[in-house]
């Protein structure tokens, strides 16, 4: 429930912005956590902080044009939203997915000025993407998209500017692609335009693995704090993408024993633990449904009419898509004996869940918290494009394990300061809010 001013913000939010429901959530629930701060520090409200970062500084939307393997004309809807460029130049990933519009790139960049503030780096907020569907594409179809996009897109990023990177849909591959037309229309070799690049031009080690390694090193310091560890912790990860994938080996390399996973045709159960070799051959190099895993694994088994939450374990880490634990999940989780849940994904829980955790005494880690690996580790490429240098594996991990544990440091000690302790949601919220709100305060308005 929103007080004063918060509440007019919001109602301001809803009435400016119809429609976009995933970008009211992301709001709402940062906004949520802001009556203290308000309270403490009235100078952001004079400078109308909160209502200025809730209308993205741009907002760009185009046509992308391109033309398919059976010579047919396909039209998509491409979009970038810068949102704040206070701490830095906008940076998010690009998703491509067919449900991405409006209120998902804006529920997306919003969440991201939060999380890159916290991440203590100097990036701005921003997110993009397109509506088109990767999959069952060739790969011809997925660069000719991927020239299309950027041939708009280019004229709008740069170094000092934005700087995209992957998300759902965009990994490797579409980075690619992307940044070879990128070179191509502005006869630049301009690295650091672009991060998640291949190791060979320009990118960074430990960026594939980072949100995923990142969110496991985030649930290792919660364990710590309760003196305990992923040894012999039973594990569920939905997802088996990008971030799952890297989710799972990190918590094997643990101790940890992940125990299913998903894709979006249902959930695979695996009493001894993911075979991670073959999830990656299954869904990254044949592009198949998670059931081909199944086909290959004895003692596997597949689910497709039930909820990946249904399966018990010690630690849930949601790593798939938006709202896709709800408060019935929450409460199955809750009630198998899950000690934490803490997202991978963006905003993968809705409120409700949230409530249900808060409520059953499970500690929930926020996203913004504990998948900022990815985007620090992009902030670690974009320094290592800067300085032409490339880091080791080892050094570079480091790095990112050094990140997570001082993001986790800063939610416990914000929340503790606002009287708020033990609340991840509070410091996160907070603590990326008065970073970013101090620097709008010294750059006037803007
Ligand atoms: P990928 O495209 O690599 O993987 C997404 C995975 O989620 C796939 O297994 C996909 O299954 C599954 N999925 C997507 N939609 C649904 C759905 N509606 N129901 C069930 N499963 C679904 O994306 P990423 O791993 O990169 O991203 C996953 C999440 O993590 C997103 O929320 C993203 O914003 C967030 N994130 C990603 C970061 C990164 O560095 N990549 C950084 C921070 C956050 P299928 O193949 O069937 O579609």
């Not at 999380?115 to 921003?126: D, E, R, S, V, Y």
């Not at 999940?329 to 997202?343: K, Q, S």
Request: proline fraction near 4%; charged fraction near 25%; include cysteine.
């Amino acid at each position: 429930m929103l007080h004063g001013k918060l509440a007019g913000t919001y109602d301001e939010v809803l009435r400016r912005n119809p429609g976009e429901t995933e970008f009211h959530q992301a709001v709402l629930e940062v906004l949520s956590s802001l009556e203290p701060v308000v309270v403490k520090h009235p100078q952001y409200a004079d400078a109308e902080i909160i209502r200025r970062l809730c209308e993205p500084e741009r907002q760009i939307i185009f046509r992308v044009p391109w033309v398919d393997d059976a010579g047919q004309v396909q039209i998509n809807r491409g979009f970038r939203v810068e949102f704040s460029s206070a701490l830095g130049p906008y940076k998010g990933g690009l998703r491509f997915h067919p449900s991405v519009y409006l209120g998902i790139v804006k529920f997306l960049g919003f969440e991201q000025i939060f999380k890159n503030a916290l991440t203590g780096m100097p990036i701005g907020g921003g997110k993009g993407g397109s509506d088109f569907d990767p999959k069952g594409r060739s790969d011809g179809e997925v660069m000719r998209f991927c020239q299309a996009f950027m041939t708009e897109l280019y004229r709008h990023i740069g170094e000092y500017t934005d700087v995209p990177a992957g998300d759902t849909g965009v990994g490797g591959r579409e980075i690619g692609y992307l940044f070879g037309q990128y070179k191509r229309i502005t006869n630049r070799y301009e690295s650091g335009v672009l991060t998640g690049k291949g190791l060979s031009w320009g990118g960074s080690r430990v960026r594939t693995e980072a949100t995923g390694y990142g969110l496991v090193f985030f649930v290792d310091e919660i364990l710590r704090t309760r003196q305990d560890s992923f040894d012999g912790k039973r594990v569920v990860v939905s997802g088996s993408g990008n971030v799952a994938i890297y989710a799972v080996e990190k918590v094997q390399q643990l101790g940890g024993t992940v125990v299913a996973c998903s894709d979006s045709s249902g959930y695979v159960v695996d009493e001894a633990g993911i075979d991670l070799a073959l999830l990656r051959e299954v869904k990254e190099e044949r592009r198949e449904r998670i059931a081909a895993y199944v086909e290959a694994r004895p003692g596997a088994y597949l689910v497709t009419d039930a909820s990946i939450w249904d399966v018990a374990c010690d630690v849930a880490l949601p790593c798939a898509t938006q709202n896709e634990l709800d408060a019935d999940a929450a409460t199955v989780l809750a009630r198998n004996g899950c000690t934490v849940v803490a997202e991978g994904a963006n905003m993968p829980c809705t409120p409700d869940a949230i409530r249900v955790l808060a409520e059953a005494g499970v500690t929930y880690a926020p996203g913004k918290a504990a998948n900022a690996g990815g985007v620090a580790t992009s902030a670690l490429e974009m320094q290592q494009n800067a300085s032409r240098d490339s880091w080791t594996f080892e050094h570079t991990e480091q790095r990112l394990a050094a990140i997570m544990s001082g993001i986790h440091e800063r939610c416990l000690e914000t929340a503790e300061a606002y009287g708020q302790p033990g609340d991840y949601t509070a410091g996160a919220n907070i603590a990326g809010f008065t970073r970013v709100a101090d620097a709008m305060l010294a750059l006037g308005i803007v």
